[in-house]
């Protein structure tokens, strides 16, 4: 996905119930068959093979109108530091990865899947994390790492925000939205 001007999404006051899309972790590094050289342990086809009823959602439209029912699609990644999950689970004896490390940061393998279609008139966001819970609210996870927002995403004054305060900047408030998801 590439960032423009469209990844600026927000619930309007006057709007009373926003619709968002959360894409959870479709990413190259977990997708057999989309050339990652750095496939994850846990890569499956599953990926290509429930793609096009993704993008069918994405471009779901009210009333056969043009107008998206999306106010805003969240596409969630983990994103991770070399080492921490291993090509084939190969290990050398001083624990570093023999064949490369998956998911990390910056890399083709922690890109949202080219099956995927950027939607044309909807805004959209990436919000990057280091476990699989993509709605946590933890500072840190166990090894003392941030947990969420690791690819710079910020607010003003919140360096790494939570996807919470991201969706609460953008008006997202709970009792007036309602969430989607979908992904692996």
Not at 9 to 14: F, V
Not at 89 to 106: E, P
Not at 112 to 137: C, Q, S
Request: contains cysteine; charged residues 25%; proline residues 5%.
């Amino acid at each position: 996905m590439e960032s423009d001007d469209r990844v600026r999404g927000y619930c309007p006051d006057s709007k009373p119930k926003c619709n968002i899309l959360v894409v959870v972790d479709m990413q190259n590094d977990y997708c057999k068959g989309c050339n990652s050289a750095t496939e994850s342990p846990w890569s499956t086809d599953a990926l290509l093979k429930i793609s096009p009823n993704i993008n069918r959602a994405i471009k779901l439209t009210k009333d056969g109108s043009d107008e998206s029912v999306w106010d805003l699609i969240v596409y969630t990644k983990d994103s991770l530091k070399p080492g921490r999950v291993c090509v084939g689970n190969q290990r050398n004896a001083d624990k570093t990865c023999i064949k490369g490390s998956s998911l990390v940061s910056g890399t083709y393998g922690n890109d949202v899947i080219r099956a995927l279609h950027a939607p044309e008139n909807i805004p959209y966001i990436e919000f990057t994390k280091n476990n699989d819970d993509w709605m946590n609210e933890i500072d840190q996870d166990y090894r003392g790492n941030r947990a969420y927002s690791i690819e710079g995403e910020y607010l003003p004054g919140i360096v790494h925000p939570t996807l919470h305060q991201l969706l609460d900047f953008r008006s997202f408030h709970p009792e007036k939205t309602n969430l989607v998801v979908t992904g692996v």
